[in-house]
């Protein structure tokens, strides 16, 4: 099993795609221009501030709202290493897979740990936090196929013999 570690953001329940990256900026010629203004309703500073394999940590409902596209994709562009939720919306989590960005449901971890905490990802096994551990359900293989491809165009490319 893949192991990992990162610093983690908090977030809170609810954070729709119009928090994860606002109407205005979709206009942008690109996703890398685009995520500079991340989170930007709720945290201005938040885009510069994520570092490459930061986890962010939220509450319910994460991803709520229109089903754009790039929400998930300006996530990963900001190379973060995965989004762990209590619960996500379910075109929201969809989207992230064939983008390739890892989402995690977990229903207890956002509650004890705190901005800045590192944690420990063993995937399809466990979250490790503060002296604890928190079970995580695995993905199924197809979902982790995309995501190991690095998204479903990617996988389907794979798949198709079009890529090794």
């Given amino acids: 099993m893949e192991t990992f570690t990162g610093k983690i953001w908090t977030l809170g329940d609810d954070i729709d795609t119009d928090i994860i990256?606002?109407?205005?900026?979709?206009?942008?010629?690109?996703?890398?221009?685009?995520?500079?203004?991340?989170?930007?309703?709720?945290?201005?500073?938040?885009?510069?501030?994520?570092?490459?394999?930061?986890?962010i940590v939220a509450g319910k409902n994460f991803g709520c709202g229109s089903s754009r596209?790039?929400?998930?994709?300006?996530?990963?562009?900001?190379?973060?290493r995965c989004v762990i939720a209590k619960s996500f919306a379910r075109i929201f989590f969809r989207n992230?897979?064939?983008?390739?960005?890892?989402?995690?449901?977990?229903?207890?971890?956002?509650?004890e740990v705190k901005e800045g905490d590192q944690i420990e990802v063993v995937l399809g096994?466990?979250?490790?936090?503060?002296?604890?551990?928190?079970?995580?359900?695995?993905?199924?293989?197809?979902?982790?196929e995309i995501l190991e491809a690095g998204g479903l165009v990617k996988a389907m490319q794979k798949r198709n013999g079009l890529i090794k």
């Fill in 96 to 111: 992230a897979i064939n983008n390739g960005l890892l989402l995690i449901e977990q229903p207890d971890l956002y509650d």
């Fill in 125 to 144: 096994e466990a979250i490790r936090a503060g002296g604890k551990t928190y079970p995580i359900h695995p993905l199924p293989k197809n979902l982790l």
């Fill in 69 to 80: 596209e790039q929400a998930p994709e300006i996530i990963k562009h900001l190379n973060v």
């Fill in 21 to 55: 990256i606002p109407t205005e900026y979709l206009a942008l010629p690109t996703v890398d221009d685009m995520k500079q203004y991340a989170f930007s309703p709720l945290r201005p500073e938040l885009a510069a501030q994520i570092g490459d394999g930061d986890i």
